[in-house]
């Protein structure tokens, strides 16, 4: 009686799924060692259990060096499809952008007065207008920039003009200061006032001006003055 068909499904029980992955596991292996001898071939077998552990067979030296070679085969021949799709993708946006650089090259050709013999009358109104708009462009720019100068030079000369006034003021106050008459402690002295104590006295003056010619009084003065300076030390009285 020959053997029953198994039905291949999860087996429920705990124990009888582990013995039953225990014994497959192996049997797995030796298919795996015996076909490497058998027919020469490369093989590399890898098995996860449902705990996370690792069951792994390789026929040759290395697992990595056949991991290798596998991914060579499965994915180079879709990386070469995409290098060459890359390659493809990007010559044509190479030839997007050479094609407007040369556009861009022969519109500056054309604003600076060559090549023009090509275009028509059309062609022509519309470069001559781009230039005008491109003119007044410039020259708002320009006028900007000058306005924006001047008024920073306005504004410099402002706060140069405020800096002179406080300095005019400060120099102001220094000479005001300066110019205060001093004035000794521990003495009043005003102008027109003498040290001492007594006054002045008046001094006398004996001699009277004479108007007209009297030769009794003029023989009189000289007498008086030849004695006056006939003696030591007496100035004579015309003098004082």
Known sequence: M???K???KRIENKINRQVTFAKRRNGLLKKAYELSILCDAEVALIIFSN?????????????????ERYHRCSYGALEANQTSKDSQ????????????????????RHLLGEDLVQLGIKDLEQLENQVDTSL???R??????????LSELHQKEQNLLEVNKALRIKLGESNAAFLTPWEPQGQN?????????????????HNTVQIGYNPTSMQASNNAGTSTMNGPGVLPGWML
Do not use: W
């Open 6 to 8: 198994v039905e291949l």
């Open 89 to 108: 993708s990007n010559y044509q946006e190479y030839l997007k952008l050479k094609a407007g650089v040369e556009v861009l090259q022969q519109s500056q």
């Open 136 to 138: 007044k462009s410039i």
């Open 140 to 149: 708002s720019t320009r006028t900007k920039h000058m306005l924006d100068q």
């Open 2 to 4: 020959g053997r029953g």
């Open 51 to 67: 705990r996370g552990k690792l069951y792994e067979f390789c026929s040759s030296s290395s697992m990595s060096k056949t991991l």
């Open 189 to 205: 002295m005003q102008y027109g006032q003498h040290s001492s104590s007594q006054p002045i006295q008046p001094q006398q003056c």
